[in-house]
Nanobody
């Protein structure tokens, strides 16, 4: 199994910054893509940003220019630096990791428990 533990959420005023962290543990030998998703009340979960083991990144349009995803492979940790936050960024943010299981030859996607980010206007 894979465990993902997020931290860093909270309440911030519009224009402020937050940094989310997510530490992975367990059977993560085949871990490749890590990422952040978010889900606002009444909305579907959406991609925020992803990063591969080699450092290639991808961002949702809403995150480009404001958010930065990074990764420390030695610590099995992924970060999301969020700047210039807006009220519409308010959501539960979930860490995700895709791990290739060498026993089943299947790539599984794992999720953290989520961390609340609230941006006040």
């Amino acid at each position: 199994q894979v465990q993902l533990v997020e931290s860093g959420g909270g309440l911030v005023q519009a224009g402020g910054s937050l940094r989310l962290s997510c530490a992975a543990s367990g059977r993560i030998f085949g871990m490749n893509v890590m990422g952040w998703y978010r889900q606002a009340p009444g909305k579907q979960r959406e991609l925020v940003a992803t990063i591969t083991g080699g450092g290639s990144t991808d961002y949702a349009d809403s995150a480009k220019g404001r958010f930065t995803i990074s990764r420390d492979n030695a610590k099995n940790t992924v970060y999301l630096q969020m700047n210039s936050l807006k009220p519409e960024d308010t959501a539960v943010y979930y860490c995700s990791a895709r791990v290739f299981d060498t026993l089943t030859m299947i790539t599984n996607q794992y999720w953290g428990q989520g961390t609340q980010v609230t941006v006040s206007s």
